[in-house]
């Protein structure tokens, strides 16, 4: 037996080699990072979430990852794409995303970010099937509340914190929102009997209309706002803060950004959602009734919207990774 091989035999049985070789693999270079939310089940064969139609589109030949303190594996294809659900409201998904970030198996030094999922949309707004970019993310819970009848008359029940000013709002960058939106716009959206019946029910031409893509702020809120008033608000705190239109109302994006920005800034990142519900009922039930729908009067277009999310977001993915030698160095002028 030679020296080398004495000495590799006694690492293996000292365990020194596993962990060096452990120690000195190369991370995966990420070149696309897709979050999702939850998943209703398995990752295939079943009634798809929000990662089901990512998984079989980019992992399904993909082995899990397993990454302490993340509360689903990681998958990753050989061309750089990686992804996996985060879990639902701020906690679950940023300390989900800050352990993958931190894991030795990943380099995210030139990554881009799609948080996608599902939300509600203001029928002034949106509609049941569309699928929207966020031009900016709200931390909706950040601020000052009370009963709206404890203030006077006509006037918001709600104040900023001090000191949140840098957490409490992200713009993201405006340069890639425009090429997502670009690249995009022409996507042929799914649609379904159920939700065309649904949207009838609302008077708001916007409600009423086909889906489609397009852009506005994304609300973050662990509490799932219902309702006008709430709806009002949630617009109100977008104009407070001189962003866009609310246009959907999320539970994880402000939060996954803050902790994305805390290591590689805000200019890779974008947040995907779908519509499967309006925010409030129409004229003609209460808040409670459109919360707790009667049999056949929810609004349909759940499992349409969760496929539309990953037609749109699969056009820049496929877009970024065919064109990784101009992508890794920033995102270009359009």
Known sequence: MTF???????????????????????????????????????????????????????????????VKGALKPVYCNKDGVCGGVLGMGKVASSSSMQAILLNHQFDFSQAYFILSGVGGTPPSKGTIGDVTWGSWLIDYDLGHRWAPEEAKRDTPAFMPRKGYESIRRYQLNPLLLSWSLKLSKDVTLKDSPQAQAYRKRYPQQSARRLPTVFAGTH??????????????????????????????????????TQVISRSLGTQKILSLRGSVNFDQGNPNETTLQHLDPAP???????????????????????????????????VPAI
Request: aromatic share 12%; net charge negative.
């Open 219 to 256: 609300m973050t809120g662990d509490t799932f706002f219902h309702g006008p008033g709430l709806s009002q608000e949630a617009q109100y705190i977008s104009e407070l803060y001189a962003a866009d239109d609310y246009v959907a109302t999320e539970m994880e994006a402000a939060a996954i």
């Open 296 to 330: 056949g009067e929810t609004a349909g277009g759940f499992a349409e919207t969760v496929e539309n999310i990953v037609l749109v977001g699969a056009t820049v993915t496929d877009y970024i990774v065919s064109n990784w030698q101009v992508w890794k160095q920033g």
């Open 4 to 66: 080398h091989r004495l000495l590799v035999g006694l690492l293996i049985l000292s365990g020194t080699f596993s962990r060096e070789v452990v120690a000195t693999s190369p991370p995966i270079q990420v070149k696309v990072f897709i979050a999702a939310m939850f998943e209703i089940g398995e990752n295939s064969g079943d009634k798809a979430g929000e990662f089901q139609h990512w998984y079989l589109r980019y992992f399904k030949n993909s082995q899990p990852i397993t």
